[in-house]
T-cell receptor, first 114, second 112 residues
């Protein structure tokens, strides 16, 4: 198992609230990702970063934003949560070269917006 | 754009039976990876295949990479309840940036 941590694991918040999902990895990986996944469904890439101060939007449009100020930290923020944001958010990282882009996932953050 | 497709989407298996799930890419892949996600859990890396025609085994799981490097299969023998979960295949995206294109997954249910 990889050393990648997400907090909170479970969160229920009201509509309109601002929320930040934290993600940290201790492996020194340059590349980090955020995936959104509804239960039993596909993994959708919503953000990725190839290093400090780089962020890109993924394949699935998302109202969330991310930042990468430190290599180990890749938080995701929703400025104004809506019920449609209810989902599981998975943070991941990879070293991109040595392991052939093998991706290591955190345990996920389950977000419910009421 | 690049697509990775998996079939079947769902697989109900009697405990002790064998089954195979398939992964097909619209483009040639430099490697293919398989992940397993247990119900309520997160995807966990299982294996990576790199060479054309490569076959790798992990206990009761056999992974194969096609000769054209556009398809792969996962075969599980003597299915156990611990095999329950969703199996995803994934290949590097064509932009070679470091992203993976995941298939939609095969959800496996095992009945005792």
């Amino acid at each position: 198992e990889a050393d990648i941590y997400q907090t909170p694991r479970y969160l229920v918040i009201g509509t309109g609230k601002k929320i930040t999902l934290e993600c940290s990895q201790t492996m020194g990986h340059d590349k980090m990702y955020w995936y959104q996944q509804d239960p039993g469904m596909e993994l959708h890439l919503i953000h990725y970063s190839y290093g400090v101060n780089s962020t890109e939007k993924g394949d699935l449009s998302s109202e969330s934003t991310v930042s990468r100020i430190r290599t180990e930290h890749f938080p995701l923020t929703l400025e104004s949560a809506r019920p449609s944001h209810t989902s599981q958010y998975l943070c991941a990282s990879s070293d991109g070269l040595i392991s052939g882009n093998t991706i290591y996932f955190g345990e996920g953050s389950w977000l419910t917006v009421v | 754009g690049q697509q990775v497709m998996q079939i079947p989407q769902y697989q109900h298996v009697q405990e002790g039976e064998d089954f195979t799930t398939y992964c097909n890419s619209s483009t040639t892949l430099s490697n293919i990876q398989w992940y397993k996600q247990r119900p309520g859990g997160h995807p966990v890396f299982l294996i990576q295949l790199v060479k054309s025609g490569e076959v790798k085994k992990q206990k009761r799981l056999t992974f194969q990479f096609g000769e054209a490097k556009k398809n792969s299969s996962l075969h599980i023998t003597a299915t156990q309840t611990t095999d329950v979960g969703t199996y995803f295949c994934a290949g590097p995206t064509t932009d070679s940036w470091g992203k993976l294109q995941f298939g939609a997954g095969t959800q496996v249910v095992v009945t005792p």
